[in-house]
C-alpha cells in the first residue's frame, strides 16, 4: 500500500511545475545530448554517449520518484491546523538549550523539506521530536550530531 504524501498547495505546485519541465526540456535535452553523441562515431567506444545514456537514465529516475511522489498527495489547509501542539505544517519557535540558541523551524513532508529554507522534514530525527510536543515542553533528540534539548517557545501557522 502506498503512503500518503501531506503537502501544502504551494510544496504541490511547485513539486508539479518542476515534473512539467523535466518531462518536457528535460527529456527534449536528453534526446538531443543522445543524438549529438551519436553522430561522432562508433558508440561502443563512445565515452560522450555513454554518459548522454546514463543521464537519460538518471533523469527518467528522477521523474519516476517525482511521479510517484504526486500520486498519493493529501494536501492540506494550513488555516485549518490546531497549534496546541506541533503538528505537521506548523511554524515551530525553540530553543536549543546545547548552544542556547533560538530557531524557527517549519515542519513540512520529505518533498518540502528545505534545511536552508528552515523546512524540516517530519520524518526527521528532530521532526519526529517535536511532533505532538506543547509550548513549555521540552524534547530530548537523539541525532547522528548528539543529543539534543529543544524546548517549545511558541507553535504558529
Not at 39 to 55: I, R, T
Not at 83 to 105: C, G, W
Not at 115 to 137: D, Y
Request: aromatic share 2%.
Amino acid at each position: 500500500m502506498s503512503q500518503q504524501n501531506y503537502m501544502t498547495q504551494e510544496g504541490f505546485d511547485r513539486l508539479k511545475r518542476e515534473l512539467d519541465l523535466l518531462k518536457s526540456d528535460g527529456r527534449k535535452e536528453a534526446a538531443r545530448a543522445i543524438a549529438e553523441a551519436r553522430e561522432k562515431g562508433d558508440l561502443s567506444e563512445n565515452a560522450e554517449y555513454h554518459a548522454a545514456k546514463d543521464d537519460q537514465g538518471m533523469l527518467e529516475l528522477k521523474i519516476s520518484e517525482m511521479e510517484r511522489k504526486l500520486l498519493n498527495v493529501r494536501i492540506i489547509d494550513e488555516q485549518a491546523i490546531d497549534t496546541s501542539s506541533v503538528v505537521m505544517l506548523t511554524n515551530v519557535r525553540i530553543r536549543n538549550h546545547k548552544v542556547n540558541k533560538e530557531m524557527v523551524f517549519k515542519i513540512v513532508s520529505e518533498a518540502e523539506a528545505d534545511l536552508k529554507a528552515s523546512r524540516i522534514s517530519v520524518n526527521s530525527p528532530i521532526g519526529q521530536g517535536l511532533l505532538g510536543k506543547k509550548v513549555g515542553e521540552k524534547a530530548v533528540i537523539n541525532t547522528p550530531a548528539g543529543q539534543m534539548i529543544l524546548e517549545i517557545l511558541e507553535i504558529t501557522v
